[in-house]
């Protein structure tokens, strides 16, 4: 019992300091790290699809800022043969955190303020806790190979757009019980209907927060969306769906804490002699 969770808090550290290698992101200190374009990408470039027509070709995408590049979240995609495929919705890379990067879901802390009383969702050291969402467009116009320009025109300007007449919204198509969205002036964005209208196109930003009673029993919390054009004289077309995984997780017992916290001194002390050892070597 006692090794399983030491195990699990040695990799839960190990995802933590993993997520530090991460190429710097543009706006993070902002608290975004998300933004909205659309898919210039006519025809698919490669993989059993190559040649066909990008089902997701002029439609809204939501952008993970991962560096230097973009991750789109929840794309229309293809499945089944490339001499008959179907059209999805959606794509298998649909979930914040990526299931690829084996990320837990995004803790909830203790709120404060406006959010008193609730757990919360936090900016920490994972680049996907950094939940503000922006217009592609606000990284157009700096200078050349800044850090923005790089993320601007990445992917050979697939993302880069003008989002001209486009009206978005952010529909809630599903959510846990219990999981509500506010914002920083308003804790729940869907008390009135199931579309939140986040601007236009080309300039807006909206840095959302998830919450839960501070009562909310322990387990993982999600939502599903899908970003609409609401706009009209736009051939922009709406998202696929994607999913933010949240999860409520009990205090650690003083005992599971302390053993943490001793794996964590004997990483560092396993490493410091690895490192002396490779030293001594040269």
Known sequence: MRSNALCAGLAGWG????????????RHHEGIGFYIGYDGLATVASSTYAGLSNPNADRLTLLLDHGEHFHGIGAYSYTGPASAPDVMPTNTNNRIPETYSLESPLPLGAGSGLYSGTLRSHAGSSEYSHLGIASIQSLAGHAS???????FQSSNNRWSGQLDNVQLGLRLVQSTPGLRVGSETTTDIYSTGDVFNLGMGNSFEFKPVYWVDAAAP????????????TGVGSPIGDSGTFHFDFAVSPVPEPETYAMLVAGLFMVTAIARRRRGSQLASH
């Open 145 to 151: 190979e800044s850090m923005e320009d790089i993320l």
């Open 15 to 26: 995802i933590i300091m993993a997520s530090f290698n991460v190429s710097a992101a543009v």
């Open 218 to 229: 322990e387990g993982i919390y999600s939502a599903t969306f899908q970003l609409l054009n």
